[in-house]
């Protein structure tokens, strides 16, 4: 089964209660979602593996460590994984950006892609899905389907910022290869398919659609 690693972290828990926030605006909600991704990234890398290779300093050589093994690419699920996209990129600049676009629909909450483009060879590289919201899990799961069966994807992880115990159960059953990171893990979902307390829809708060 994949793992769930909740990322526990004072900045984190507080940039994502003020986003939990109504009173926050469309400004303050994106800047500090770009924030806590960065945050998040910082975790989602730190068993990158690296190489030996000799530099010269200034003043001598030296054995120095760089990353090595495969590249990252960055999927965001439109729209709101977008808002992720750009903090993870601003940490590792050399990693490129794929999509799939993906919605709910709002009767029977199942996902319906209408989009997706990936760069060249993404099998060959370590996959980060992003997207703000784990809720049912129907989202997730079919992106991962996706680049599994489209783009013979084999190294993939999830980061989400919010995610209900519902959607985490649905991710570790349908891809147990695939680890998950979270910022927080909350209650439930409620009638409507949001989690519970949530911080509402995120696409509408970072677009300022609603
Ligand atoms: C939201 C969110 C996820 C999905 C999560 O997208 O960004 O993609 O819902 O829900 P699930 O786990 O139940 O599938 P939404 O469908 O609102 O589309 P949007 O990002 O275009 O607003
Ligand atoms: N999508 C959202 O944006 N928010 C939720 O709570 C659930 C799905």
């Not at 593996?49 to 120095?64: D, G, R, S, W, Y």
């Not at 799939?100 to 709002?106: A, K, Q, S, T």
Request: net charge neutral.
């Amino acid at each position: 089964m994949g793992k769930l690693n909740v990322v526990n972290h004072p900045l984190i828990t507080h940039k994502l209660s003020i986003m939990r926030n109504k009173k926050t605006g469309s400004k303050d909600f994106r800047e500090l979602l770009s924030e806590i991704s960065m945050l998040m990234g910082y975790e989602v890398t730190r068993d990158l593996p690296l190489e030996n290779i000799v530099i010269e300093t200034p003043i001598t050589k030296m054995n120095a460590k760089m990353l090595s093994g495969k590249k990252i690419t960055i999927v965001p699920i439109l729209r709101a994984g977008l808002g992720m996209a750009d903090g993870f990129q601003r940490l590792i600049p050399t990693a490129n950006v794929g999509h799939i676009g993906m919605y709910r629909d709002h009767e029977s909450h199942e996902p319906i892609e209408y989009y997706s483009k990936m760069p060249d060879k993404v099998c060959d590289r370590k996959i980060i899905v992003v997207d703000p919201m784990l809720a049912t899990g129907g989202s997730a799961c079919d992106a991962i389907s996706l680049l599994k069966e489209k783009y013979r994807c084999t190294d993939i992880i999830l980061v989400n910022i919010v995610a209900a115990p519902e959607g985490v159960e649905k991710v570790q059953s349908e891809h147990p290869d695939v680890d998950i990171f979270v910022a927080a893990l909350d209650e439930r979902l409620n009638e409507h398919a949001y989690i519970v307390p949530g911080l509402g829809d995120a696409g509408d708060r970072i677009f300022g659609t609603k």
